[in-house]
């Protein structure tokens, strides 16, 4: 495989689920974010992680919890959702070490939370 | 904080017509990258431009960094049914750390009817 890859495609949560969205990126980049993209809105960020450290924060509520436990894989672990959370989100990765590489994206995982 | 300013926020043409779209900002930019998302899938990059005044091309695709660096146009030329998707201009702010410091557009929804 090669490129940003997420899992699941497609997950449908109640409320007072916990589940984790995975990604995993093969083409050696030290950072990687997660995005948050709702019907006609601007692309969100969320986090942004730099070999394994989160440098961004951007005030995502704390029912949202990443985990980077290295610079291949991002995790986000969602727990007591609101519908309102219900949206695409996008794992991306970047070079970010000696110049700076535009971002990659995966296909994303679509959410909906019932 | 920085907003991008895309439009148009949809266009309806007919195969063949040329398209034109634009992002402006009150802020400057030391990057523009010019996104396109199909349906499903997560955004893949088109052309990236790191000079202001350079213009770049990728196929039937052209695009220009602003002289003033707060703006950046995306052309298409010869439009064909499999450019229907979503455009979305990107904006690298200058100075800083770059970690995740993209300002997207809101996008343009582009529908080509053969």
């Known amino acids: 495989e090669t490129g940003v890859t997420q899992t699941p495609r497609h997950l449908v949560m109640g409320m007072t689920n916990k589940k984790s969205l995975k990604c995993e990126q093969h083409?050696?980049?030290?950072?990687m974010y997660w995005y948050k993209q709702s019907a006609k809105k601007p692309l969100e960020l969320m986090f942004v992680?730099?070999?394994?450290?989160?440098?961004e924060n951007n005030s995502v509520p704390s029912r949202f919890s990443p985990e980077c436990p290295n610079s291949s894989h991002l995790f986000l672990h969602l727990h007591t959702l609101q519908p309102e959370d219900s949206a695409l989100y996008l794992c991306?990765?970047?070079?970010?070490?000696?110049?700076?590489?535009?971002?990659?994206f995966g296909n994303g995982t679509r959410l909906t939370v019932t | 904080g920085q907003q991008l300013n895309q439009s148009p926020q949809s266009m309806f043409i007919q195969e063949g017509e040329d398209v034109s779209m634009n992002c402006t900002s009150s802020?400057?930019?030391?990057?523009w990258l010019w996104y396109k998302q199909d349906p499903g899938e997560g955004p893949v990059l088109l052309i990236a431009?790191?000079?202001?005044?350079e213009l770049t091309s990728n196929g039937r695709l052209t695009a220009q960094f602003g002289i003033t660096r707060k703006d950046s146009f995306l052309n298409i030329s010869a439009s064909i049914p499999s450019d229907v998707g979503i455009y979305f201009c990107?904006?690298?702010?200058?100075?800083?750390?770059?970690?995740?410091?993209?300002?997207f557009g809101q996008g343009t929804i582009l529908t080509v009817h053969p």
């Open positions: 991306a990765s970047s070079q970010d070490r000696e110049g700076w590489t535009p971002l990659h």
């Open positions: 990107a904006g690298l702010r200058a100075g800083g750390t770059s970690y995740g410091k993209l300002t």
């Open positions: 802020s400057i930019f030391n990057t």
């Open positions: 431009l790191y000079k202001a005044g």
């Open positions: 992680y730099n070999f394994k450290e989160q440098t």
């Open positions: 083409l050696g980049h030290n950072a």
